[in-house]
C-alpha cells in the first residue's frame, strides 16, 4: 500500500530525529552529515507538496518567535510563511523596538539604555514560544556572537540562528538544496566554486563560511576563490575541512578564479571583508575585475548568491538576468528548509 502524505512526513522526520536530537541550529553542522541529508529530505516532501501539507495544520498550537536585530526580506518572509503554513503562530519581533533594549554582558550595572537582560528576555520568550529565532549580525558582538551565545545559553526553547557573524544555517540548509538540484540530486565530487566578489563594504563571513560547511557537508569538490588579503576565517575552514574526509569532500583555496569556475556546477558569488577591516575598500576596488561576468561564468553552469545582490558590483546584469542564474529558485528553497527545521523539533 502506497503510504500516505502524512505518513511519509512522518516518517522523514523520524529519519532526522534518529541522527539529530539537539535543538540548537547555530552553525549549520549541528544535524551531522545523515541528519542534514535527512532533513533535505524532509523539505522535498514540503516543497512538492506544501498546499497539502498546508491543510494538514501540523504544527496547530504551536508558536514560533523571530527576534530580528537586524533588517531582513528573505529570512523573515519565509520562516514567517513556513510556520504559518505549517498552522504554526509565527511572532515577528524587531530587536530594540518591539523589545526593550537588551543587555548581554555579565555582570554588568544596568544604569544605561538597556533595559533588560538576556537572561531573563531568553527564558520568557522560550516561555511563549516553541521555537525562538534570532538574527544579529557582527555589530552585536562581532567574532564572539555576543547575541546568539546568550539566547544559546538562556533560551531554554530550541533556538535557530537567522544570521550571525559567523554562519547562516538555513541559508546554508537551502543552499544545499540547491546544489543538489543542480547536480540532479546530489553534488557529490561535483565542482562547485565560491568565489569572493567585490563589494564597497567589509561584509561578515556568515553566508561565505555557510556555503563553505554546505557544499563539504554535501562533499562536493570546493573551489574558494579570492584575491590576496581576503581568506576566510582560518579557524572556521579548518573546522570545516575536518569534514572532508567523511564526507569526501575536497576544498581547494585559489586566487585564479577563472579556473575556479571552469566546469563548476555552479559559481556562488559573494563579497567579504578584507582581513585588513581599515584597508578594504582601496583592497576591494583594486579587484573590481573580480565582478562576476559573462567571462566567469563561460564556462560553469549556474549562477548562486544568497541575495540582496549589489548589481554590476558582485555581478554583472547580464549573468543576473541570464540563463545561468538561479537566484529566484535558490531564495525560494529557504521555506521549505527551514520547515524541514520547524517539523523536525515540533512534529
Ligand atoms: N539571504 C538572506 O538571508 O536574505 P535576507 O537578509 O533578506 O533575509
Known sequence: ?????????????????????????????????????????????????????????????????????????????SMEVAAGRLGAHFVHLVGGQDTWKMEFAEGTVMDGMAAEHVKEAAPVLSSYADVLAVRAFPKHGGRDETVIRA?????????????????????????????????????????VCLSWAPHPKPLPQAVPLSVVRAAILGGADLHVACPEGFDLDDEEMERAQSFCHDTGAKMTVTR?????????????????????????????????????????MEGANAFLHCLPVRRNVIVSD??????????????????????????????
Open 1 to 77: 500500500m502506497t503510504p500516505t502524505l502524512e505518513t511519509r512526513l512522518h516518517d522523514a522526520v523520524s529519519k532526522v530525529r534518529q541522527y539529530w536530537r539537539g535543538t540548537r541550529f547555530l552553525d549549520g553542522l549541528e544535524p551531522g552529515i545523515e541528519g542534514t541529508q535527512a532533513l533535505l529530505d524532509v523539505a522535498r516532501i514540503y516543497r512538492a507538496y506544501r498546499l497539502e501539507i498546508g491543510r494538514m495544520r501540523l504544527l496547530q498550537g504551536r508558536a514560533v518567535a523571530g527576534l530580528f536585530f537586524d533588517p531582513s526580506l528573505r529570512t523573515h518572509t
Open 318 to 347: 547580464s549573468v543576473i538576468d541570464g540563463p545561468k542564474s538561479r537566484v529566484i529558485p535558490q531564495a525560494a528553497n529557504r521555506e521549505p528548509v527551514q520547515a524541514a527545521v520547524l517539523l523536525s523539533w515540533m512534529l
Open 256 to 296: 585564479d578564479q577563472m579556473a575556479a569556475t571552469q566546469g563548476a556546477i555552479a559559481v556562488y558569488g559573494k563579497g567579504w571583508g578584507a582581513r585588513d577591516y581599515d584597508r578594504h575598500a582601496d583592497l576591494a576596488a583594486a579587484h573590481r575585475g573580480w565582478t562576476i561576468g559573462d567571462t566567469q
Open 151 to 191: 539566547f544559546a545559553r538562556y533560551a531554554g526553547a530550541p533556538l535557530i540562528n537567522l544570521e550571525s557573524a559567523l554562519a547562516h544555517p538555513c541559508q546554508g540548509l537551502a543552499d544545499m538544496l540547491t546544489l543538489a538540484d543542480l547536480g540532479g540530486g546530489s553534488y557529490l565530487g561535483k565542482k
